[in-house]
């Protein structure tokens, strides 16, 4: 049987486990999914001790994504542009390679929340490897312009740099009037009960504000949003789902239906 495993450090809260086994069962595939605790400093030999033991392919989590990049012997458009990789896989001609979901499954998950993202001003908050992945598949989806915000703006400019004209640069402080239909909180501030601190005046024409992170209560990102007016949140649950079917898509080359598992992760959830 084929083995698949995702890898980090923590791990035990990984929902990928069970979203993996709802695909094989609909789809009918014969597979085992694994989460393994790689050590901080031995993620490399986790995975080749993996690899030997028959492991065909891996999701990379916290905090292995630049690691598992270096590793990669190829890597696709989508992991060069996210400076980061969350899927790999040993192609027919034995190499490893390396991809990234991540952006594929939040514009999966913004398209199931019937967001038209052609034309659209995009605000997306945070300077990290969830940001910077998100990013390349947002622009090529058709947003007109995509501001990153943070905290340090340095942070912000380097990614942005790597990325054509339609993505700016600032810190939450200077912010560009422009009229954000989508605000996406790419921070973890959620973690520690906060939000970015940026004027309330940037959600005026929101549409959706959309956390990456998600649990069983409102992120605070989500529940400001929702005291100012925005019509409709979202968490990140869905991009999670998103992400791990066009993962499996990679490996098996089926394409899972992720609306009965979305349905089952809430009830777990809730």
Known sequence: MDRYAVFGNPIGHSKSPFIHAQFAAALGEQLQYDAILAPLDGFADSWQRFVAAGGKGGNVTVPFKEQAYQLAERLSDRARQAGAVNTLYIDSAGKLCGDNTDGIGLVADLKRLGVNLAGINVLLLGAG????????????????????????????????????????????????????????????????????DINVSHLQYCQLAYDMLYGAKPAPFLQWAKVAGVPQQADGLGMLVGQAAEAFYIWRGKRPDIAAVLKLLKQQLA
């Open 129 to 196: 490897g969830a940001s910077r992945g998100a990013i390349g598949p947002l622009l090529a989806a058709g947003v007109k312009q995509l501001v990153l915000a943070n905290r340090t703006v340095s942070k912000a400019q380097a990614i942005a740099i790597n990325f054509d004209q339609r993505v700016e640069a600032c810190g939450y402080t200077d912010i560009l009037g422009l009229d954000y239909q989508l605000v996406i909180n790419a921070t973890s501030s959620g973690l520690n009960g906060e939000r970015p």
